[in-house]
């Protein structure tokens, strides 16, 4: 039996005892169908011993037991092989060599809206985590969720922070208000909140407002969940943050001011000037949230406003673009621009 993204498998909830998902089942339930197994994965672990475990388990029953934690090296070494590009490379395989360079914006006005916000967020945070000292683990790691939330969307763009936030507010204003809310059993199911999606996700090919109805509902769960509303300090650095969000939230930031010029640099020097004629190379963004990518298209549009073909400059793509849509912008993209 080869399994390839074996990972999945694995049960994902972090409770005391691993909760085995239907495709947890059904591979193990095949699994006792063969001697020989091999289990293929980049990420075998999800962070939770008891999951792991079980997974080992269905790779070798006899070794492994579930809820018993694998907890030194020399347990794991004997079904255990990592291979990484490295180890290719040192053999001679021609892979090119992926490397990581930072770009540092220094010099920003403390009073830009991303670093006020990062401030305000900062001090929200500090206070919930105060009045929460005393709570269960679970409020605790529903109250995690949602902080995480705000900030990887503050991190994204302040567009996206923007509508997160007034989900955020309107499930505290409705919990104010007596209305009786939803909470989540367990708050490691949030997976949107978790870890976002990945290739093997389902909703990977899913439409992007449907994910993102789906990222909002778990962050109005994982509000609730916390059992806690929001006191008069809490509310002011909210009422600030949507002040300062809602006037940002369409206006280029620095990044954006950054891009004009790297793309001035790389791709079209004449950029700024009527007719500007562009190089054939090509330039990828990457963003996790729609909302994101949406700002991001509406900032690229308006810097090369004016530039020649305008218009056929830029192509967004999203996991759940028809295949007819998803082969034409491959063609494209591997097409010369002319």
Not at 13 to 38: N, P, Q
Not at 70 to 76: F, G, H, P, Y
Not at 304 to 321: C, M, N, Q, Y
Request: hydrophobic fraction near 35%; charged fraction near 35%; aromatic fraction near 4%.
């Amino acid at each position: 039996l080869i399994l390839d993204e074996a990972h999945n498998a694995a049960p994902a909830s972090g409770s005391k005892i691993a909760v085995d998902s239907k495709l947890t089942r059904a591979i193990r339930g095949l699994a006792g169908c063969f001697e020989h197994k091999l289990f293929l994965s980049a990420t075998p672990h999800n962070g939770h011993s008891n999951s792991f475990s079980a997974l080992l388990e269905i790779l070798d029953p006899t070794r492994f037991c579930r809820g018993v934690p694998v907890r030194n090296k020399a347990d794991i070494e004997p079904v255990l092989v990592r291979r990484l590009k490295e180890d290719l490379r040192r053999i001679g395989e021609e892979l090119p060599k992926r490397e990581v360079v930072p770009v540092v914006l220094e010099g920003l006005d403390p009073s830009t809206p991303e670093l006020e916000l990062a401030r305000l967020l900062k001090a929200y945070r500090s206070q919930r985590d105060q009045r929460l000292k005393g709570a269960s683990s679970k409020q605790r790691a529903a109250e995690l969720l949602v902080v995480t939330n705000l900030q990887k969307r503050l991190l994204s763009s302040i567009e996206g922070f923007h509508r997160t936030l007034g989900v955020h507010c309107d499930t505290l204003q409705r919990r104010d208000a007596g209305e009786r809310l939803r909470t989540a059993r367990d708050p490691e199911q949030l997976k949107l909140l978790q870890q976002g999606i990945d290739g093997d996700d389902e909703r990977a090919d899913a439409d992007e407002d449907s994910v993102e109805r789906e990222a909002e509902q778990e962050h109005r769960l994982a509000v609730a969940t916390t059992e806690l509303g929001a006191g008069p300090e809490e509310w002011a650095l909210l009422k600030d943050m949507q002040r300062i969000s809602e006037r940002a939230r369409y206006a280029p930031d620095a990044r954006i001011h950054y891009l004009r010029r790297w793309i001035q640099q790389h791709l079209c020097p004449d950029l700024g000037q009527e007719g500007a004629k562009w190089n054939g190379e090509r330039l990828l963004i990457f963003t996790e949230y729609a909302d994101t990518k949406r700002w991001l298209q509406e900032q690229i549009e308006s810097l090369i406003a004016g530039s020649d073909r305008e218009r056929e400059r830029i192509a967004t793509f999203h996991g759940g673009i028809g295949d007819e849509k998803r082969e034409a912008l491959k063609r494209s993209f591997n097409s010369p621009p002319e």
